[in-house]
């Protein structure tokens, strides 16, 4: 009797239908999401894993390891790359590069955006220069900018100055040695800095401008009567109800930082350096790059050393700005 | 601190540079004395150019002409800071990532040279403001964490902390619930009078300005209609718009005429006018202003009965009524009486007003001109000029036609009479112009739609 009871009971056409399609329903979101996943998975989440392995193995080469050899693991790429006079100077130079251009440029993109918000006349053609670096290509740009600040002909004899030099010597300056052979360390870092500020302005400004037109005019108005000055209406109105998007800005500002290379692709060429000091200014993405043709089992340690450091930089920025923006 | 303005003019430019007559007249030569230490209401429809009037009043607006003075000082050129005025916005402009005492710091903190209080003086004033707002216990809190009452409280705060010689409010109570609105509007009150501080405030709601007002002024378009205190100018209305805009329910209007002395609304004599101009006219009549009487002059067709309590109106309808429904506010003991289908009244002499069809202005008639007499030499003894617009009175639709007509032809840019010329297939070709178009269509349109409201909310101007 007992048993008959526990038996299933029979379904009928309909309502296995409709289990059916519950069981869909229950499953139909990951279905949709599949594609995206599979590319997700192949493209990024595969990469990372391997990229994690491959640090971890001793000479790494791939051709080798599809000849199936193996390879020894170890933290040996960590050590070795941590080493490495080359790599201290690549992290000196990119921590240097992000904090100088970081702040710089956030002000100067604040400032901008301000200023652009206030004017009626020119304003669209304004925003149109000031946008012009996002839209061109930084190599370019780069190139432009080393013909700008480089000396043509012998370092004593020049034939042509090049435009900054010329501006400089036409208000009684001496001209300085940019980016020429035997050019001083800080004088292309001066030059670095100018053109990836002058580079991370656009964006910037972007999100600010966008931000300031949200912020409602009467805040201003009610601080016109309360009696404020412009610079307290600065720093007491605009700054803290921009703070989310300035927020934002310098903690992009500090990632894109860390991955600084192209600029001084621009301007230096491949060798990163001035003729003659190859390497000087190289950065941690060079660093990576360099490697990967010779070892690619260091080049992916120093990756993930990068990755340590921004994660790092940004928990604090993160951290810092939660104590700071005020939404 | 007394309040004179004088030939106040403002007149916002046109957008459209082409078209000079786009421009908007929100203020029209408004001359008017406030008394120190009252409470004015600012009242008109939107559009009427009140906001506008009081942000000249705040320095936040330049006048386009004519003088503000506070007491014997000429504050005109004077920038909003240096006018000792409190200002209070319609959305109260909190800062939001202060605290509430920090709001009510900030304007003493920017106070330079020898106005600049100590730390402990600034804290003590502060409290002492908020004190009287009754806003103390929140003072940790930031706008966003405050209900709409309370962010109402320490705005106002905000404003007196500078101890004002003149406060103003937009539209204070507009973005309160009614119960809110009620509570706040009698706080305001109270506020206003422990202070003593001259105050404007702005309303378009004519119940808020007329509970606290000691005086109000009716605007309309940029023009004083009316100015008084608030029972005269309901009792005796100039014309026919201040009767219109005065009182809940609204007053009934009918077109009538008065012929040999007599009223008459359609063929029904329903009043004795006396000594009055045969004319056509349009007759005002106050829902209290109806008697049921069985012999009375003037029927109405009952179309329904709404219960209030103590009264009930009587909702009918009458084809000499400018509006769908006549009602009348009788006592609820008449309801018995309110019976088939038609209702005759007869009509309360002192809730009558008649008003010339031609100018739209009032026509006392018997005993009217006596009160409106008696009440005229009130308000000169107690030092308020009694103030009416004088001349034409300024019509919505004069003004519109005057402003959209231009306008209508301009939006018809070159590119479109351009495309007409074309024939249809070339200016499908032509595709870049033909794409711009509406564009430029729109863009015209945002401008015009801004222009107009631009004597309501004349900060989006800026």
Same mark, same amino acid.
């Given at each position: 009797m007992t048993k008959e009871k526990t038996e299933k009971p029979v379904l009928t056409d309909e309502q296995k239908r409709i289990r059916r399609k519950a069981i869909f329903n229950r499953y139909k979101a990951w279905l949709y999401l599949l594609p995206a996943i599979v590319i997700l998975l192949i493209f990024t989440v595969w990469p990372i894993i391997n990229t994690i392995r491959i640090s971890m193995l001793r000479n790494y080469d791939s051709m080798q390891e599809l000849g199936g050899a193996t390879f020894e693991f170890g933290f040996g790429n960590f050590a070795a790359v941590a080493r490495y006079d080359k790599f201290l100077t690549c992290l000196g130079n990119t921590m240097l590069l992000t904090v100088i251009t970081v702040p710089i440029s956030t002000m100067l993109a604040l400032l901008i955006a301000v200023g652009l918000n206030s004017i009626k006349v020119f304003r669209k053609a304004f925003q149109t220069i000031f946008f012009l670096p996002y839209v061109t290509n930084s190599i370019a740009i780069g190139m432009v900018f080393m013909t700008m600040f480089q000396m043509i002909g012998?370092?004593? @004899?020049?034939?042509s100055l090049g435009i900054i030099n010329t501006i400089i010597e036409a208000f009684g300056g001496t001209r300085v %040695?940019?980016? %020429?052979?035997? @050019?001083n360390y800080w004088a292309n870092i001066a030059v670095l800095s100018i053109y990836i500020i002058w580079n991370a302005l656009p964006f910037k400004i972007l999100v600010l401008l966008g931000g300031l037109q949200g912020v409602n005019k009467q805040y201003y108005d009610a601080a016109k009567v309360d009696g404020a000055s412009r610079i307290r209406t600065f720093w007491r109105i605009t700054v803290p109800l921009l703070s989310p998007m300035i927020a934002y800005v310098v903690i992009t500002g500090f990632i894109g930082g860390f991955k600084e290379y192209s600029s001084i692709v621009g301007i230096?060429?491949?060798?990163?350096?001035p003729v003659g000091n190859k390497g000087s200014l190289n950065t941690m993405v060079g660093f990576i790059y360099d490697n990967i043709q010779q070892n690619q089992g260091r080049a992916s340690a120093a990756a993930l050393i990068l990755f340590a450091i921004i994660f790092v930089v940004t928990m604090i920025n993160l951290y810092v700005s939660k104590k700071k923006v005020h939404y | 601190m007394k309040v004179v303005l004088e030939h106040l003019t403002k007149i916002f430019p046109s957008r459209n540079k082409k078209d000079k007559n786009a421009e908007v007249v929100a203020v029209n030569d408004f001359n008017l004395e406030i008394p120190d230490g009252k409470l004015i209401g600012l009242l008109g429809?939107?559009?009427?150019?009140k906001s506008t009037t009081l942000f000249m009043i705040s320095g936040l607006q330049e006048p386009s002409a004519g003088k503000i003075y506070f007491g014997e000082d000429d504050?005109? &050129?004077? =920038?909003p800071e240096n006018r000792g005025i409190g200002l209070v916005f319609q959305n109260y402009a909190l800062y939001p990532h202060m605290s509430v005492q920090q709001n009510i710091l900030f304007p003493l903190q920017n106070l330079k040279g020898e106005n600049r209080l100590s730390k402990e003086e600034m804290l003590a004033r502060a409290e002492q403001v908020a004190k009287l707002v009754q806003i103390d216990e929140y003072m940790d809190r930031k706008p966003a964490e405050l209900s709409g009452g309370q962010q109402q409280r320490v705005a106002i705060a905000r404003a007196l902390v500078k101890m004002p010689r003149v406060l103003l409010l937009d539209e204070p109570l507009s973005n309160l619930d009614a119960r809110l609105r009620l509570q706040t509007r009698e706080e305001i009150r109270r506020i206003q009078k422990d202070t003593g501080i001259t105050t404007i405030f702005v309303t378009h709601d004519q119940e808020e300005a007329m509970s606290i007002s000691d005086y109000i002024v009716v605007m309309k378009l940029g023009v004083i209609m009316q100015t008084g205190k608030p029972q005269w100018v309901y009792d005796d209305p100039a014309n026919l718009f201040v009767a219109k805009f005065l009182g809940t329910p609204p007053i009934n209007v009918f077109t009538g005429r008065v012929e040999g002395g007599s009223l008459y609304i359609g063929d029904e004599k329903v009043l004795d006018v006396g000594d009055v101009e045969d004319q056509e006219v349009y007759v005002g009549i106050r829902p209290e202003g109806f008697i049921l009487d069985a012999k009375g002059g003037l029927s109405c067709k009952v179309s329904g009965i709404d219960v209030m309590g103590r009264d009930i109106s009587v909702v009918t309808t009458n084809e000499n009524a400018l509006s769908p429904v006549v009602r009348a506010i009788i006592s =609820?003991? &008449?309801?018995?009486?309110? =019976?088939?289908e038609v209702a005759r009244f007869k009509l309360k002499e002192h809730k009558v007003f008649i008003f010339n069809k031609e100018s739209e202005r009032r026509v006392h008639f018997g005993a009217q001109i006596a009160a409106h007499e008696k009440l005229v030499a009130e308000m000169q003894a107690e030092g308020q000029a009694y103030t009416t617009h004088e001349g034409a009175l300024p019509r919505e639709a004069d003004d519109k036609e005057k402003r959209d007509a231009p306008v209508a032809e301009e939006k018809k840019g070159w590119l479109a009479k351009l495309k007409d010329l074309l024939p249809k297939k070339k200016a499908k070709g032509a595709e870049g112009p033909a794409e711009e178009q509406p564009a430029e269509d729109k863009q015209e349109d945002a401008g015009e739609s801004r222009e107009q409201s631009a004597p309501e909310n004349p900060k989006s101007e800026e």
């Amino acid at each position: 009797m007992t048993k008959e009871k526990t038996e299933k009971p029979v379904l009928t056409d309909e309502q296995k239908r409709i289990r059916r399609k519950a069981i869909f329903n229950r499953y139909k979101a990951w279905l949709y999401l599949l594609p995206a996943i599979v590319i997700l998975l192949i493209f990024t989440v595969w990469p990372i894993i391997n990229t994690i392995r491959i640090s971890m193995l001793r000479n790494y080469d791939s051709m080798q390891e599809l000849g199936g050899a193996t390879f020894e693991f170890g933290f040996g790429n960590f050590a070795a790359v941590a080493r490495y006079d080359k790599f201290l100077t690549c992290l000196g130079n990119t921590m240097l590069l992000t904090v100088i251009t970081v702040p710089i440029s956030t002000m100067l993109a604040l400032l901008i955006a301000v200023g652009l918000n206030s004017i009626k006349v020119f304003r669209k053609a304004f925003q149109t220069i000031f946008f012009l670096p996002y839209v061109t290509n930084s190599i370019a740009i780069g190139m432009v900018f080393m013909t700008m600040f480089q000396m043509i002909g012998r370092v004593e @004899s020049p034939v042509s100055l090049g435009i900054i030099n010329t501006i400089i010597e036409a208000f009684g300056g001496t001209r300085v %040695n940019w980016v %020429n052979v035997g @050019s001083n360390y800080w004088a292309n870092i001066a030059v670095l800095s100018i053109y990836i500020i002058w580079n991370a302005l656009p964006f910037k400004i972007l999100v600010l401008l966008g931000g300031l037109q949200g912020v409602n005019k009467q805040y201003y108005d009610a601080a016109k009567v309360d009696g404020a000055s412009r610079i307290r209406t600065f720093w007491r109105i605009t700054v803290p109800l921009l703070s989310p998007m300035i927020a934002y800005v310098v903690i992009t500002g500090f990632i894109g930082g860390f991955k600084e290379y192209s600029s001084i692709v621009g301007i230096f060429g491949e060798s990163m350096g001035p003729v003659g000091n190859k390497g000087s200014l190289n950065t941690m993405v060079g660093f990576i790059y360099d490697n990967i043709q010779q070892n690619q089992g260091r080049a992916s340690a120093a990756a993930l050393i990068l990755f340590a450091i921004i994660f790092v930089v940004t928990m604090i920025n993160l951290y810092v700005s939660k104590k700071k923006v005020h939404y | 601190m007394k309040v004179v303005l004088e030939h106040l003019t403002k007149i916002f430019p046109s957008r459209n540079k082409k078209d000079k007559n786009a421009e908007v007249v929100a203020v029209n030569d408004f001359n008017l004395e406030i008394p120190d230490g009252k409470l004015i209401g600012l009242l008109g429809p939107s559009g009427c150019g009140k906001s506008t009037t009081l942000f000249m009043i705040s320095g936040l607006q330049e006048p386009s002409a004519g003088k503000i003075y506070f007491g014997e000082d000429d504050v005109t &050129e004077l =920038s909003p800071e240096n006018r000792g005025i409190g200002l209070v916005f319609q959305n109260y402009a909190l800062y939001p990532h202060m605290s509430v005492q920090q709001n009510i710091l900030f304007p003493l903190q920017n106070l330079k040279g020898e106005n600049r209080l100590s730390k402990e003086e600034m804290l003590a004033r502060a409290e002492q403001v908020a004190k009287l707002v009754q806003i103390d216990e929140y003072m940790d809190r930031k706008p966003a964490e405050l209900s709409g009452g309370q962010q109402q409280r320490v705005a106002i705060a905000r404003a007196l902390v500078k101890m004002p010689r003149v406060l103003l409010l937009d539209e204070p109570l507009s973005n309160l619930d009614a119960r809110l609105r009620l509570q706040t509007r009698e706080e305001i009150r109270r506020i206003q009078k422990d202070t003593g501080i001259t105050t404007i405030f702005v309303t378009h709601d004519q119940e808020e300005a007329m509970s606290i007002s000691d005086y109000i002024v009716v605007m309309k378009l940029g023009v004083i209609m009316q100015t008084g205190k608030p029972q005269w100018v309901y009792d005796d209305p100039a014309n026919l718009f201040v009767a219109k805009f005065l009182g809940t329910p609204p007053i009934n209007v009918f077109t009538g005429r008065v012929e040999g002395g007599s009223l008459y609304i359609g063929d029904e004599k329903v009043l004795d006018v006396g000594d009055v101009e045969d004319q056509e006219v349009y007759v005002g009549i106050r829902p209290e202003g109806f008697i049921l009487d069985a012999k009375g002059g003037l029927s109405c067709k009952v179309s329904g009965i709404d219960v209030m309590g103590r009264d009930i109106s009587v909702v009918t309808t009458n084809e000499n009524a400018l509006s769908p429904v006549v009602r009348a506010i009788i006592s =609820s003991d &008449e309801m018995k009486n309110v =019976s088939g289908e038609v209702a005759r009244f007869k009509l309360k002499e002192h809730k009558v007003f008649i008003f010339n069809k031609e100018s739209e202005r009032r026509v006392h008639f018997g005993a009217q001109i006596a009160a409106h007499e008696k009440l005229v030499a009130e308000m000169q003894a107690e030092g308020q000029a009694y103030t009416t617009h004088e001349g034409a009175l300024p019509r919505e639709a004069d003004d519109k036609e005057k402003r959209d007509a231009p306008v209508a032809e301009e939006k018809k840019g070159w590119l479109a009479k351009l495309k007409d010329l074309l024939p249809k297939k070339k200016a499908k070709g032509a595709e870049g112009p033909a794409e711009e178009q509406p564009a430029e269509d729109k863009q015209e349109d945002a401008g015009e739609s801004r222009e107009q409201s631009a004597p309501e909310n004349p900060k989006s101007e800026e």
